[in-house]
Structure formats: structure tokens, C-alpha cells
């Protein structure tokens, strides 16, 4: 009888509880909002690409999921257009109360002959005060970043309460490991450099295989009209062949495996042509490479898939535009590509800026995807984001030109850099490949860029985001792309990295890139 009293109370207890919680009501806190005003531009130029440019990166840097929303620069740009008089502290105040935001940001840049003065500060709208402000003077343009970057991470810090390290700890170099590899964790026993090499062109993009069937691995280098297939001599790496288009060509990605099933890897040149996709596909016929599809509509990528393999996937293109629509499973059909079913991607997600694979050996799909501002994200399960570089990643020069309304005018959308899952050491857990190209000037000039170095860097899964293992040396140029393969036939693997040393576009000289090769083993 006693038992039976005590299940009844334990059962009307737990009863009462459910009932409580379930309708209780949902007290989940709002994230604070905060809009980033355009910046003052003092200068005797114009300066519009850097006032854009600092507010895409102060947005990316102070995005907090959950904690705090940036608002959309259009809804700003309206309300500060419709703002008369000059944008100082109190009218910022009047603008942050109609976007009924919590916080805004308020700065401005000076340029003074060779003289460039930051000076920024956000403010509390509900009590008109300051909480943190950053001002820096200095010789050119060298100031802006690391200002900006260093004002973002005081935000993050002493206002949202949200911990990071400083501009002078993220910029501080790591010992250097075996290997030319520089070591973040474990160590790792590579070998080196073994080989570089020179080749006149603009490298936009790299891959490895077996095109002609003898057997051995080729390296397969594109620029923007030209696709350049090399073979490894006693020496090193010769070229084998090469095909150029002369009309409508703005090569921006090559793939090659052998999908067909007949030993020959295909090659897969992906072209923007004039204003649409203009795609080919080249295979070797014994004594040439010939196209055994062109004007295919699709641009294409080989990747490895979670369950299938290696697969080829592909994506449209908007008319005089960028990517279009979803993207989706190619396959074969005379000479022609057909969509078979799409991918289910994060919603930034296009052919080119992703990688899947269970990272964490959970039995769980995590999706690496790099945004279109160049932040590396990770997402659980492929929908929820887990973890976002506090840095930039990648940094390519090969662009889709967007027409606009203005026909004067055009938008550039940059290729994202090639993301890679390796096991490069052998341990049975994958890492993530990717490069990450650094700048004095930044990301912040949508018509030119320029990178001066860069890294190869491998990151590795833990429990709460990608953490970097190791990274190359740093190489000159722009990295631009990598692989790991065996290149030089000693049935070993080696990391291949592709860097543009100047580009086509250079009024001085000709283009140039260097093929570096490191010994893994």
C-alpha cells in the first residue's frame, strides 16, 4: 500500500511538472540589435569601396547568433539617407531610435596626403552613451584594418561580453615544426620542400589525375583561357599539352576524374563565357585533348560526397550574373549534363565554397562552408552553424562580373578557394584543407585586390568548432590552389600548392606563378 501511495505522488508530481514547464511562458532571451552607420569619408578621392568595405567587415566580425543581429545595410542606408545634416553623435542616436536597435556605430575616415586618421565609436541608443571608441592616425592606408579589426574584437569583449583574442595574439607567429610545416598541436613528420617551379600564367585553378591512362598522375593547371597539363620529368615537371580557347573564355574552375569508367580521367573546365555559363568537358583521344561536351550550361566541380563517392556536381548561372538556383547531381547523356537531384546545402552554399564529412566520427554530416565574406563556418548536420573563423580564410582572384542596372557598372563575386577534406597524417580523423591569403589593405577593394602571401592551413574537429593543427610555411603571392597527390611518381603523396606571384592584370612584366611541392613522407 505504501508503494502504491508513492507512485501515486511521484506520478502526480511529475504530472504537475510537465504541466508547469509546457505552459509556462517562454521567457528566451532576444539577441540586441546594433546598425553600423557608413562611415564619414574625408578625403580628396573617392573612397565609397572602403566605406562599404568597413562595414561588411565590422557586420561579419560582430555577428553573434543568437546574442547579436546586425542590421541589414540597406535598411540603414535608408534611414541615414533620409537624415539631413551631418551624421554626428546625436543625429546617430535619433537614427539607431527609429531602426529601434540597441546599439550604433558611428566613425569616420580622414585622408590627408599620405595622412589616414580612423576614428569610431559605438554607442548605447537607450542611454546615449559611448562604450567604446577607437581612433589611430598613420602614414597610408595600413592603419585601417588592423584599427577596425582591433575596434570589432573591443565590441565583442566589453560590450557583448564575448571573449577573443587581441589583434596583437591572432597576429603573433607560431613556432615552427619539421617539416616547413608550422605546428599548432600534435607534431607532424614532413619532409619539406622538394621542388619549385615557374610557369608564365595566371593560375586560377589546379587539380590531379590520370588523363591520358599510362598509369601515372598528371597535374592539370588552368588560367583564364588556357588549360596546361603537366607530367614529371627527371627534373621536375614538364608541360605535356595544352588547350586554349580564343573567344568568350573566362576559365574559373577545373576537375578531373574518370567518371566514365574508362581509365582516362575527363578534364572539367568550367567557363563564365561572355554572360552565361560556357562550360567544356576535354578527354584524351591518344594524341590530343577534344571536347566531349561544350556549351553546357552548368559550372562543374568533382568532389567526394558522404555515401557516394566521388560525384560531379554543378550549378547555373544567372544571365550576366552570378550562381543560379540550387546545386545539384550531374550525369552523362551523350554530350550533354543533366541535373539529377540537388544537394541539401546551408543557404550561402553554392557549387564551389563547400566540403561534407563526418568530421567528428559521430555518424553526424558536418558541413565546412566558406561565405561570401570569406569566413570559414561549420555547420552540425548541415543546417545549424556551429563555429565561425574569427579571420578571414581563402582569398582568390578569379571573379563572376554581375551586370548591374548601370550598364557603366559591374559587381564582382569572387570564387571562393577550393575547400579540401585529407587525412594527411594518418590518424583516421580528416582534416580541413583550405588557404588562407593575407593582405596590408585587406578585403576591403571590391575592383582590386592584391595578396601578398599566404598559408595552406589543416584544422582539425573537436567538440566545438575547427581548430587549426598545422600550416605551411608562408609563400609568396596568392594562393591559389592545392592538392594532395603523387606528383613525381615515387608512390608517395606530396602537398602541391599553386601561387600567383603577379597577374595578368600587372601593367609590368608578364603573369607569373610558382608550383611549390612539399614532401609529405
Known amino acids: ?10 506520478s502526480t508530481a511529475l504530472i504537475s511538472l510537465l504541466i508547469f514547464v509546457f505552459s509556462a511562458p517562454s521567457h528566451s532571451k532576444e539577441p540586441k540589435k546594433i546598425a553600423i552607420l557608413p562611415f564619414t569619408m574625408n578625403a580628396d578621392r ?5 566605406q562599404e568595405g568597413i562595414v561588411d567587415m565590422l557586420a561579419s566580425r560582430l555577428a ?3 546574442e547579436l543581429e546586425v542590421l541589414e545595410k540597406g535598411l540603414v542606408g535608408t534611414e541615414v539617407a533620409a537624415h539631413k545634416g551631418s551624421l554626428n553623435r546625436e543625429a546617430a542616436i535619433a537614427i539607431g531610435k527609429r531602426l529601434q536597435v540597441d546599439y550604433v556605430v558611428l566613425g569616420s575616415l580622414t585622408v590627408f596626403g599620405d595622412s589616414v586618421s580612423v576614428d569610431a565609436r559605438i554607442l548605447d541608443v537607450a542611454k546615449s552613451d559611448e562604450l567604446v571608441s577607437a581612433f589611430n592616425q598613420a602614414k597610408g592606408m595600413d592603419a585601417v584594418i588592423p584599427t577596425i579589426t582591433q575596434f570589432a574584437l573591443d565590441i565583442n569583449e566589453k560590450v557583448m561580453g564575448r571573449p577573443m583574442a587581441s589583434a596583437a595574439v591572432q597576429a603573433h607567429p607560431q613556432p615552427e615544426g619539421p617539416g616547413g610545416l608550422l605546428l599548432e598541436g600534435q607534431p607532424f613528420e614532413g619532409k ?15 587539380d590531379a589525375a590520370d588523363v591520358d591512362g599510362d598509369g601515372i598522375t598528371e597535374l592539370i593547371l588552368i588560367s583564364a583561357d588556357t588549360v596546361y597539363v603537366y607530367k614529371w620529368k627527371e627534373k621536375g615537371l614538364a608541360q605535356f599539352k595544352t588547350y586554349k580557347e580564343r573567344f568568350a573564355t573566362s576559365f574559373l574552375w577545373v576537375s578531373a576524374a574518370d567518371l566514365d569508367g574508362n581509365d582516362k580521367a575527363e578534364i572539367y573546365v568550367s567557363n563564365a563565357g561572355a ?6 568537358v576535354l578527354e584524351w583521344d591518344g594524341k590530343e585533348f577534344r571536347k566531349i561536351a561544350e556549351k553546357q550550361p552548368w559550372f562543374f566541380r568533382v568532389t567526394d560526397m558522404p555515401g557516394k563517392g566521388k560525384v560531379l556536381i554543378g550549378q547555373r548561372r544567372a544571365t550576366g550574373g552570378g550562381f543560379l538556383g540550387k546545386v545539384e547531381y550531374l550525369k552523362r547523356e551523350g554530350t550533354h549534363y543533366v541535373a539529377t537531384e540537388p544537394l541539401a546545402l546551408p543557404p550561402q552554399g553554392n557549387v564551389y565554397n563547400f566540403a561534407m564529412a563526418d568530421l567528428g566520427g559521430r555518424g553526424v554530416v558536418d558541413t565546412v562552408l566558406l561565405t561570401s565574406s570569406e569566413f570559414l563556418v561549420l555547420y552540425e548536420g548541415g543546417a545549424e552553424e556551429i563555429w565561425r573563423s574569427e579571420d578571414p580564410y581563402g582569398g582568390a582572384y578569379a571573379f563572376l562580373e554581375k551586370h548591374t542596372s548601370d550598364a557603366s557598372d559591374k559587381d564582382r563575386v569572387y570564387m571562393p578557394s577550393p575547400i579540401l577534406l585529407t587525412d594527411v597524417d594518418e590518424d583516421g580523423k580528416k582534416e580541413v584543407m583550405v588557404c588562407r591569403n593575407t593582405s596590408k589593405i585587406g578585403r576591403l577593394l571590391d575592383k582590386f585586390r592584391t595578396f601578398s602571401n599566404g598559408t595552406v592551413d589543416f584544422l582539425l574537429r573537436d567538440e566545438v568548432g575547427l581548430e587549426k593543427k598545422w600550416s605551411t610555411k608562408r609563400l609568396g603571392g596568392a594562393t591559389v590552389g592545392y592538392l594532395i597527390a603523387d606528383v613525381d611518381n615515387d608512390k608517395l603523396p606530396e602537398l602541391v600548392v599553386v601561387s600567383v606571384m603577379r597577374e595578368e592584370k600587372m601593367i609590368l612584366g608578364d603573369a607569373r606563378s610558382r608550383i611549390v611541392v612539399f614532401d609529405l613522407k
Not at 573617392?46 to 572602403?50: A, N, Q, R, V
Not at 619539406?192 to 585553378?205: L, P
Open 192 to 206: 619539406g620542400v622538394s621542388h619549385t617551379q615557374g610557369i608564365k600564367a595566371e593560375v586560377v585553378s589546379m
Open 46 to 50: 573617392d573612397l565609397k569601396f572602403l
Open 1 to 10: 500500500m505504501r508503494k502504491k501511495h508513492l507512485r501515486i505522488f511521484f
Open 64 to 66: 553573434w547568433k543568437g
Open 275 to 280: 554572360a552565361d555559363a560556357n562550360s567544356f
